[in-house]
């Protein structure tokens, strides 16, 4: 679990279609480095939000650390476009000695959105994205949180079209990488996972009602049929 505050901006070393070696797992592995600031307690298995995606550390120096993707991450997320020199937002998962400053992150990438456009307002920076898949506007909404590359940012407007705007404030523009990247390219989504649990809870409640015979969705359901048709034989 992680809280959307980004501790470091590492810079991809090399990034690997098929790696062969024992810590690549003969698939895509990604090494990044300028990371000596969070892995001073580094582990073999831990997870590090590495623009927002949960990745398990396979192989660490003091400077550099390597991950792992399956073709899953690759589909979900802005992986496929890290190149050596790409910069990337690292935070390490949350422990009992870190405050809780964001949300709660899962790490787990719903979708990607692309950076339609920026504007200045004073010192903070407007941002607009348009999500790629559709079916998860539903959980994006205004004042609610959305990590976006990993950033735990609160929606500040919706179009009617699905398009969704943040601000950011002159702290974080120097703290994660998402200003370095230019209009058009692609972020990293994870909605409100409490969202998802809201509507899947709500659904199958519904769904059980519908289906129980006796279930006092069905009572209510019966009542309303029995009175229209009384009416409709009252004419």
């Known amino acids: 679990m992680f809280t959307g ?24 592995s990604v090494l990044i480095k300028d990371a000596a600031p969070i892995l001073a307690d580094c582990h073999i298995g831990d997870s590090i939000a590495c623009n927002g995606i949960c990745l398990t550390v396979t192989e660490f120096t003091a400077d550099s650390f390597k991950v792992g993707i399956a073709p899953e991450t690759v589909y979900r997320t802005e992986v496929s476009s890290w190149k050596a020199g790409s910069k990337i937002n690292l935070e390490r998962a949350i422990s009992d000695d870190r405050r809780y400053g964001g949300h709660y992150v899962q790490g787990h990438v719903d979708s990607v959105a692309s950076i339609v456009s920026r504007e200045h307002d004073g010192n903070s920076i407007n941002f607009k994205f348009k999500l790629r898949d559709q079916e998860y506007e539903k959980y994006v909404v205004e004042k609610g949180f959305v990590a976006i590359d990993g950033v735990s940012l609160t929606v500040s407007k919706m179009d009617p079209d699905g398009c969704f705007y943040i601000s950011m404030i002159a702290h974080t523009q120097t703290a994660v990488a998402l200003p370095l990247k230019p209009d058009g390219a692609l972020v990293n989504i994870e909605t409100d996972v409490n969202g998802k649990l809201v509507e899947k ?28 048709l009384a009416s409709i034989s009252n004419k």
């Open 201 to 228: 809870q709500v659904a199958q409640y519904l769904n059980a009602q519908l289906e129980g015979e006796s279930s006092p969705l069905q009572r209510v359901l019966e009542r309303i049929i029995e009175s229209k």
């Open 5 to 28: 505050i980004v501790e470091h901006i590492g810079t991809v070393a090399e990034y690997l279609e098929n790696d062969a070696s024992e810590a690549g797992g003969n698939g895509v």
